[in-house]
């Protein structure tokens, strides 16, 4: 009796174990729908399909950053200057592109000097967090919060603290207002960016390099990868995700705006631990910023359908950030 038994525990507690992960795995999606159906209750205008390609939009770009905070999370960092990051580009761009019109340039030569600008400052604000974190060995706390300051005072500091105007229509036409088979830019951006992320992350060394580094930093170094070089490309290609963002949100304002930023940091960051990276590093995705990206953008779209006060909505935004830690952990135990 004792043999026959004895392989029907442990098939038992995998098939448990399985489910579990199913489970976890199923439930914030589960979540999003919950969401979308209580804040329907309330208001109905959240399910009309004007406002769900509106959700699917604004969730666009709040994917974009959150994939940018992914890729420095898998390595036990995270980029708290994203924002302001966004906010210098923004001004950068608009400026290089006024200046071009008043130049004289083609249009197409100022949409092409907008481009360049802008992701010249996100690679130059990448390159220099990087090289703070692994080449001084400096926290991923300390230096973001430090580039934090600065890049919200070169973004102040050239626009004068104004909305820079000038930016060409061929500029927002291009990323704000075209499109694909009718889909709009924003979106067929985010998802050709979010696929090709998979891929760099999924199917290359650099990208499984990612992973050991931020599953064990100390194996990673004697295995021989060049971590210290690796964490740069990191801090860059975080900042210029970021800077592709920003440029399609000041195509969508239409002028360079040394406010755009806002609370990005932290929106981003929520997206990407609610979605399921874990700030312990080495686990997480694309998918889990797209997932938490929507999971924040019908939070906030919800709670203004339901003209909730801005300031209690960032007690929310909050609240979920150390929730989302706190489901981290508790997966880590599970496990």
Not at 37 to 50: E, M, Q, W, Y
Not at 112 to 128: E, K, N, S, V
Not at 197 to 209: F, P
Request: glycine letters at 14%.
């Amino acid at each position: 009796m004792s043999d026959l038994s004895a392989p029907t525990a442990p098939a038992s507690a995998e098939r448990r174990a399985a489910l579990m992960s199913l489970l976890w795995q199923a439930a914030l999606p589960i979540a999003l729908v919950v969401l979308l159906l209580g804040f329907a209750a309330v208001d109905s205008a959240v399910l009309t399909l004007g406002n769900l390609v509106n959700i699917a939009q604004q969730a666009s770009y709040l994917a974009l950053f959150a994939m940018a905070q992914t890729v420095v999370i898998l390595t036990r960092g995270f980029d708290l200057a994203l924002g302001p990051t966004v906010s210098m580009v923004s001004v950068g761009s608009a400026l290089a592109m006024a200046a071009g019109v008043a130049g004289g340039q083609a249009p197409g030569t100022v949409l092409l000097m907008g481009l360049a600008a802008g992701f010249a400052l996100g690679a130059a604000c990448g390159l220099f967090n990087g090289v703070v974190v692994a080449w001084l060995g400096v926290s991923p706390f300390v230096a973001t919060l430090g580039s934090y300051n600065i890049a919200i005072g070169v973004a102040t500091t050239l626009s004068a603290g104004r909305p820079v105007q000038g930016v060409p229509d061929l500029f927002s036409r291009l990323l704000y207002g075209g499109g694909l088979f009718g889909v709009p830019a924003a979106i067929v951006i985010a998802v050709l960016v979010g696929v090709g992320l998979h891929l760099l992350l999924t199917r290359t060394v650099y990208g499984r390099a990612l992973y050991i580094i931020g599953t064990n930093p100390r194996a990673a170094a004697v295995a021989g990868l060049p971590v210290k070089r690796l964490l740069v490309a990191t801090y860059v290609l975080c900042s210029t995700l970021a800077a592709l963002g920003a440029l399609m949100m000041t195509a969508r304002t239409g002028s360079g705006e040394p406010n755009l930023g806002g609370s990005l940091s932290l929106q981003a960051i929520a997206a990407a631990v609610v979605g399921g990276t874990s700030l312990a590093g080495g686990r997480g995705g694309v998918g889990t910023a797209v997932v938490g990206a929507l999971f924040v953008t019908i939070l906030s779209n919800g709670m203004n359908l339901a003209r909730i006060d801005g300031y209690v909505q960032m007690v929310v935004l909050g609240a979920i950030v150390i929730a989302g830690v706190v489901l981290d952990r508790l997966r880590l135990e599970r496990r």
